[in-house]
């Protein structure tokens, strides 16, 4: 069974930075794509950033572009979202996403129903 845990979350200034990170566990574990989504209080869940697993290809919602960059670890499975210059807004509950590697991503990767596996979540907080 495939496994996503995100860490790195937390409380941080206006303009500050944080570092998540994902980690997939799981035997059979493979993927075409990893991503990260996030949802904030009384919204919808929204893409922020995805990375093509072979090609190391990133793609960015226009709100995060430029502050967040994506970066995966193949051999440790792992994927990461720097984010700098934070701001109140992008205080939410972000989620790590997987897609199974049987299944190579032909699309953006940028919608909910393009990923296989999801993790449970990380709190971002970010104070004005």
């Known amino acids: 069974q495939v496994q996503l845990v995100e860490s790195g979350g937390g409380l941080v200034q206006a303009g500050g930075s944080l570092r998540l990170s994902c980690a997939a566990s799981?035997?059979?574990?493979?993927?075409?794509?990893m991503g990260w989504f996030r949802q904030a209080p009384g919204k919808e869940r929204e893409f922020v950033a995805r990375?093509?697993?072979?090609?190391?290809?990133?793609y960015y919602a226009d709100s995060v572009k430029g502050r967040f960059t994506i970066s995966r670890d193949n051999a440790k499975n792992t994927v990461y979202l720097q984010m700098n210059s934070l701001k109140p807004e992008d205080t939410a509950v972000y989620y790590c996403?997987?897609?199974?590697?049987?299944?190579?991503?032909?699309?953006?990767?940028?919608?909910?129903?393009?990923?296989?596996?999801w993790g449970q979540g990380t709190q971002v907080t970010v104070s004005s």
């Open positions: 996403a997987a897609r199974d590697g049987g299944s190579y991503l032909y699309t953006a990767g940028t919608t909910i129903p393009e990923y296989t596996y």
């Open positions: 990375i093509r697993w072979r090609t190391g290809n990133t």
């Open positions: 799981g035997r059979t574990f493979s993927t075409s794509a």
